[in-house]
Each structure stands twice: as C-alpha cells, then as structure tokens.
C-alpha cells in the first residue's frame, strides 16, 4: 500500500511538469489545428540545454529560461519551413525534430548528462522553504509544489494571452484560415507565433522534467507526441463539463496526471517499460471509444446496470455502518 501511494505522488508530480508539455501539445493541434511534430525534438533539447547550462555552472532559473528561448526558436525553424518553402506542417516538424536529435547530442556532448550532485530548481526551492520555515519537505512534494505554481501560471497566462487581439486571431487562423485571411490578417504570423508559444512551453516542461529526474538525456523526448495528445484525449473525454477556455486548459493537465497515475499503476502491476507505448495506444483507443460506445443501446444498458449494482452495494455498507 505504501509503495502505491508513493508511487502515485510521483505519478502526480511528473504529470503536472509534462502537463506543462501538454498545453503546448493542445495549443497547436487544437487551437491551431497544425500538426506539429517538432514535440519530440523540442522536449530533448529543453533538457539537453538546461542539464548543460547547470552543468556549466549557470544558475538553474537562468538555464530554464535558455531552455524556454531555445524552444521557441525550434518553433520557430518548423513555422519558417512551413510558411515560408511551403513544406507541409507535419513534415516540416519531422524536419525539424530530426535535425534536433543531432543538435542536443552536440550541446551535451554525449547522450546522457547527470545532474545528481548539481543545485537544481527544486534543490533551491527545498533550500529556501527549509531556511523560512524550518519544514524539510521530500523531493516529490516539492516537485507538486512547484509544478503546481508553474501550471497555474502558464494556465493564468496563456488564457489572457488569448484573449488578446493576437491570440484570438491565432484561434481564429485555427477555426477557418481563409476567413482570417479575407480579414486582411497575415496567418503565416499567426502560425509562427503559435508554434514559437507552444514549443517554448514544451522546451521549459522537458526542462523541469530532466532536472525532476537528475538528467538530461538525447531520447528523454521519444514519445512526447504520443504522451501529448493521450493527455488530450483523457482530459476531453473525462472533463467534457470544462467548456470555457480556460477549463479546457485544466482539463488537459488533469489529463496528464490521470495518464501518468495509470502509467504508474500499471508499473506497479508488473508491465516493463518497453510495454508503455502499447498501453498509451490502449488508452488512447479506449478514451476516443467512450464517446462513439456510449450512443450504443447494450453499452446504455450496461451503464445503467452499473449505476444500479453500485448504487444497491454502496448504500447496503451504508445502512450497515449506519446500525453498528
């Protein structure tokens, strides 16, 4: 029992630091309706050039920071390919992340770099909590403080930045380009900020993840893409009540932690590592499914039933906690 409830404050953790990740997944293949596949190649570089930066000795805000502007730049490079050669926007991503992996080998210098014995963000926040308050909190409660603050920031920010003029002509790029364009706003601009804003929030999220974990690794990103759009779907299908923007935003977080408590669950039930892409198919699969299945009159029943069974056990252990 312990080792779950250990392992679910760390499902919860890393889940809110790729949530981070996430929302920068959403803002273009939801809000933008562009499919990037930079993802995989901006996550390992944020790491890549955070885990140098603290190697280098630089201090670990500042190495998140370079983190987020290299990201932005790989935004950058795939809008360019895409807006400017008119190469198509997922090969242009693929471009572009294939071309990272070469590139966070050379700012590493190696395929993996360590942080164990290097002051971290979460090393100075665990400092600087310590020295104010005396508490000494464990390093997975100071990852959910801090991821905790972070997601609400980047949630508070991205939901007035897209109510600005510029954001919504960014929504509406992604609602119906031809319009935007009859409107005399330039949507290569559009796309370009968009993809700059999303990769910049998924080089900071690989970032805090490799400074989470201890390192920075060249493949830390493979399957980042994947991770994304699960924590998506999960957050869509489980969240459907979340309608305003900003709900939508918390929605694919919450999505993210789900993901990584099944993760962590399923891990714990015996499942290797190398069965992870397999099981986040499965639930993909199924969370696409539920809405499709749901119109079906056998599956209506069957929830119902449920409902039923549920409702008759639960209130029978009631009544008799009740007389005892």
Same mark, same amino acid.
């Given at each position: 029992?312990?080792?779950?409830?250990?392992?679910?404050?760390?499902?919860?953790?890393?889940?809110?630091?790729?949530?981070?990740?996430?929302? &920068? =997944?959403?803002?273009?293949?939801?809000?933008?309706?562009?499919?990037?596949?930079?993802?995989?190649?901006?996550?390992?570089?944020?790491?890549?050039? #955070?885990?140098?930066?603290?190697?280098?000795?630089?201090?670990?805000?500042?190495?998140?920071?370079?983190?987020? @502007?290299? +990201?932005?730049?790989?935004?950058?490079?795939?809008?360019?390919?895409?807006?400017?050669?008119?190469?198509?926007?997922?090969?242009?991503?693929?471009?572009? %992340?294939?071309?990272?992996?070469?590139?966070?080998?050379?700012?590493?210098?190696?395929? *993996?770099?360590?942080?164990?014995?290097?002051?971290?963000?979460?090393?100075? $926040? %665990?400092?600087?909590?310590? *020295?104010?308050? &005396?508490?000494?909190?464990?390093?997975?409660?100071?990852?959910?403080?801090?991821?905790?603050?972070?997601?609400?920031?980047?949630? #508070?920010?991205?939901?007035?930045?897209?109510?600005?003029?510029?954001? #919504?002509?960014?929504?509406?790029? +992604? *609602?119906?380009?031809?319009?935007?364009?009859?409107?005399?706003?330039?949507?290569?601009?559009?796309?370009?900020?968009?993809?700059?804003?999303?990769?910049? @929030?998924?080089?900071?999220?690989?970032?805090?993840?490799?400074?989470? %974990?201890?390192?920075?690794?060249?493949?830390?990103?493979?399957?980042?893409?994947?991770?994304?759009?699960?924590?998506?779907?999960?957050?869509? =299908?489980?969240?459907?009540?979340?309608?305003?923007?900003?709900?939508?935003?918390?929605?694919?977080?919450? &999505?993210?932690?789900?993901?990584?408590?099944?993760?962590?669950? $399923?891990?714990?039930? &015996?499942?290797?590592?190398?069965?992870?892409?397999?099981?986040?198919?499965?639930? $993909?699969?199924?969370?696409?499914?539920?809405?499709?299945?749901?119109?079906?009159?056998?599956?209506?029943?069957?929830?119902?039933?449920?409902?039923?069974?549920?409702?008759?056990?639960? +209130?029978?252990?009631?009544?008799?906690?009740?007389?005892?």
């Amino acid at each position: 029992m312990e080792g779950i409830l250990l392992a679910t404050q760390g499902a919860i953790a890393q889940g809110i630091l790729w949530g981070v990740m996430v929302l &920068g =997944v959403y803002i273009t293949f939801r809000v933008l309706d562009f499919p990037d596949m930079t993802v995989d190649g901006s996550f390992a570089l944020g790491g890549a050039v #955070c885990a140098t930066m603290i190697t280098k000795g630089m201090n670990p805000f500042l190495a998140v920071l370079v983190a987020i @502007l290299t +990201g932005v730049l790989a935004g950058y490079v795939t809008g360019f390919l895409h807006t400017v050669f008119q190469i198509p926007g997922i090969l242009a991503g693929i471009l572009t %992340q294939i071309s990272l992996y070469s590139i966070n080998l050379r700012i590493m210098g190696r395929s *993996n770099l360590p942080l164990l014995k290097m002051d971290t963000v979460f090393d100075m $926040v %665990q400092h600087a909590v310590y *020295n104010l308050t &005396g508490l000494e909190l464990a390093s997975v409660h100071v990852a959910l403080l801090i991821g905790t603050i972070m997601a609400i920031l980047v949630i #508070c920010l991205l939901y007035w930045f897209f109510g600005t003029e510029i954001g #919504c002509a960014i929504r509406a790029t +992604g *609602n119906n380009e031809y319009m935007v364009r009859a409107l005399g706003q330039n949507t290569n601009v559009t796309k370009v900020m968009a993809l700059m804003l999303s990769n910049g @929030l998924i080089g900071m999220s690989g970032a805090m993840v490799a400074m989470y %974990q201890g390192f920075g690794d060249v493949s830390m990103g493979t399957g980042a893409i994947v991770i994304g759009l699960a924590s998506i779907v999960i957050g869509e =299908v489980l969240f459907k009540s979340f309608k305003s923007f900003f709900g939508k935003f918390m929605s694919v977080v919450f &999505g993210a932690i789900i993901y990584r408590i099944i993760v962590a669950y $399923v891990l714990q039930l &015996g499942l290797t590592a190398s069965d992870l892409k397999l099981l986040t198919a499965i639930v $993909v699969a199924i969370a696409l499914a539920v809405p499709v299945l749901a119109k079906y009159t056998f599956f209506k029943k069957l929830s119902r039933t449920l409902h039923y069974v549920f409702a008759r056990l639960f +209130g029978k252990v009631k009544r008799q906690e009740g007389e005892q």
